[in-house]
């Protein structure tokens, strides 16, 4: 019998690597995929040059008043100067500084999180999750240590979203899994059917109208002379809203999860919570990471509602300054600086969780 | 594999304490009968082979013993306690009874030593020194202790039968189930996960496996069980089932198994 000899190893055809290839593959694979980029080819040559020309090459960046604005371009002059009351709402500007502060630190707090090597990622986030919202809130809010008060009315701009955003989804998070955990609970019916009523009310209104009960409605039931803050209102409406969401992402986490993994944990005698909190959640917040974030995401772009009770976050304090007098006809400027801030954020919250993703990845599906 | 070691009429382990007991044991799947009035004895390091066709109960009634299903009439006793609805007597059994899984059921999300050590760390307490020391011991045992620091995901079949075994062992139960430990392996494989069955019951190991490999069956079983529709139809020590069996349903069903 002839002896075995292995075929040669060949480099592909050149026509399949490189740029070339590329093209070849991507974009011209087929007529309708060639006249495809061809067109988006044209939109893009047509439409890119004025749009540059208006936010940069004809745009005016520098000055005082809307004087400086007459190159016909973009006037950014608007945003620079109305910038920290986009930041900082009403927040005094002598006490701006405890806002940087605040952020800065939590931003300085997080960076060890991303870095694998990192041992007390648990302790840390810990800390951030249940002791620093109160040391935050503690110097936002002053009256201790000799800082100033500075009432939640004047919260605003930018801090007050990220803060809205914050607190909704450390909130709405844990919340949602035990509401998920509460509704797949066959064998407590009153718990699951609690759980249900929670979760279909909640994703049954609109978002606007809870805040709207929430500053109109709730004054009304409560007795005379007592008043929650707005501020806390507009969480905690927010907060249970979103955690019905979240429970729904979760839940279909939890569905995803072979039977074979509950029984094994079972057979290890686990018991319920250890089997959820060691086997079953690890693997399906995993599962539902993408899910999570777009409720996120979602919830980062919705805190814009709470305008509808007076509390002004960042679009808020951009519509109230193209309200003045000597910035009128800006809306332009303002809306598309506002539209990239928030890009921003939720652009990074999306890679964020692709890279989460990757990194939790152990190589198998079961 | 001396098959004349552990033969049954010569059981070196076994022992008249009696760790499983069940009696007039009966299971519903709705309307559905799974379990018929099943009675069964096991004694400490006993050893005992469950055959049947497919749907004949035999996975219900080993997964009755650690309470993966529920039994609706009669008693199941493990180890002196008998399980009832009490939460805290289900997980004082289970922390007891091992079992292993026709699927693996290995937790994907952590590594091997991890799933060596999760359960003796959280559910007996021990510190993760001593649970490692365990856990190394046990995957040695199995011969994958090189597998330790790696994924589920990236180890075979049989490696992975191994590590479920190794895993369960880790809680130094006092009684072991086997369901169906070979049926989804590659042909290969199954050799690597029987010898590591047979070396645990020659240490003693009181046993309940689910398999159709005859040739276990032959080897180490004090006891062979053949049910069909949810009842225990015969059982007799290996040598006497396999070759004088009494009932025409086994007899039909040794043919079909034996001579393909």
């Known amino acids: 019998m002839a002896e075995f000899v292995p075929h040669p190893e060949l480099p592909p055809p050149a026509s399949s690597v490189g740029v070339v290839g590329w093209m070849r593959r991507n974009l011209f694979s087929g007529w309708l995929n060639s006249l495809l980029t061809v067109v988006a080819l044209y939109l893009v040559v047509t439409a890119?040059?004025?749009?540059?020309?208006?936010?940069?090459?004809?745009?005016d960046f520098v000055g005082e008043s809307r004087d400086a604005c007459d190159s016909g371009g973009a006037c950014w002059v608007f945003v620079n100067a109305r910038f920290s009351t986009f930041m900082y709402g009403f927040y005094p500007a002598a006490q701006a500084w405890r806002v940087d502060l605040i952020f800065g630190t939590l931003l300085l707090l997080m960076s060890p999180l991303f870095f694998t090597g990192f041992r007390y990622k648990l302790q840390l986030g810990g800390f951030i999750l249940f002791v620093y919202p109160w040391i935050a809130f503690g110097l936002m809010h002053g009256g201790l240590l000799g800082l100033p008060v500075v009432e939640t009315a004047k919260w605003g701009g930018l801090s007050l979203t990220l803060l809205l955003?914050?607190?909704?989804?450390?909130?709405a998070l844990p919340l949602g899994v035990l509401l998920a955990l509460g509704r797949r609970s066959t064998d407590m019916p009153v718990v699951q059917t609690m759980c249900v009523v929670f979760i279909e009310f909640w994703r049954g209104v609109p978002l606007?109208?809870?805040?709207?009960?929430?500053?109109?409605?709730?004054?009304?039931?409560?007795p005379e002379g007592v008043s929650f803050d707005k501020l806390l209102r507009a969480l905690i409406g927010i907060t249970l809203f979103q955690s019905a969401y979240m429970a729904e992402v979760v839940r279909g986490g939890l569905q995803a999860i072979p039977k074979g993994q509950y029984e094994a944990a079972d057979a290890l005698g686990l018991g319920y919570w250890r089997k959820m909190g060691l086997i079953i959640l690890p693997q399906a917040l995993k599962i539902v990471i993408p899910g999570i974030v777009n409720t996120f995401i979602a919830l980062f772009k919705d805190t814009t509602l709470v305008i509808i009770v007076g509390l002004l976050e960042i679009l808020g304090m951009v519509q109230n300054a193209l309200n003045d007098p000597n910035w009128l006809g800006f809306s332009t400027e303002g809306y598309v600086f506002t539209a990239f801030v928030f890009w921003i954020f939720c652009f990074s919250m999306?890679?964020?969780?692709q890279w989460l993703e990757r990194k939790l990845h152990t190589g198998h599906k079961r | 594999m001396a098959e004349s070691a552990n033969a049954a009429q010569a059981p070196s382990q076994r022992t008249d304490e009696v760790m499983i007991e069940l009696r007039g044991v009966h299971k519903w799947y709705d309307k559905f009968h799974v379990l018929r009035d099943i009675n069964l004895t096991v004694t400490k390091g006993e050893r005992i082979v469950v055959c049947g066709p497919s749907g004949s109960g035999k996975s219900t009634m080993i997964r009755c013993i650690n309470r993966l299903e529920e039994h609706q009439q009669g008693q199941i006793i493990v180890d002196g306690t008998e399980l009832t609805s009490d939460l805290k007597q289900i997980e004082h059994i289970r922390k007891e009874v091992g079992m292993v899984f026709q699927h693996f059921n290995l937790f994907p999300h952590i590594t091997v030593l991890e799933n060596c050590v999760l359960a003796?760390?959280?559910?007996?307490?021990?510190?993760?020194?001593?649970?490692?020391?365990?856990?190394?011991?046990?995957?040695g045992r199995v011969k994958?202790?090189?597998?330790?620091?790696?994924?589920?995901?990236?180890?075979?079949g049989g490696q992975q039968q191994r590590v479920a075994i190794a895993r369960s062992l880790c809680m130094n139960p006092r009684i072991m189930l086997f369901d169906e430990p070979t049926s989804a392996l590659d042909p290969e494989m199954i050799k690597e996960v029987l010898d590591v069955m047979v070396e645990l019951a020659e240490s003693g190991m009181t046993m309940i496996c689910v398999t159709h490999e005859m040739g276990f069956a032959k080897t180490v079983a004090d006891r062979v069980i053949f049910m069909d529709r949810g009842e225990i139809i015969e059982q007799n020590e290996p040598h006497e089932f396999f070759n004088n069996p009494q009932n025409e349903r086994t007899k039909l069903f040794l043919s079909q198994i034996l001579n393909h």
């Open chain 1, 48 to 59: 890119l040059p004025p749009l540059l020309n208006w936010a940069f090459f004809s745009a």
């Open chain 1, 165 to 171: 955003a914050a607190v909704g989804c450390i909130a």
């Open chain 1, 208 to 222: 606007i109208t809870v805040l709207f009960m929430s500053s109109v409605m709730l004054p009304l039931f409560l």
């Open chain 1, 350 to 353: 999306s890679r964020y969780s």
């Open chain 2, 120 to 139: 003796p760390m959280w559910v007996r307490k021990m510190p993760r020194k001593e649970a490692e020391e365990i856990a190394m011991n046990y995957l």
């Open chain 2, 144 to 156: 994958i202790p090189d597998q330790a620091m790696k994924y589920p995901g990236q180890l075979s």
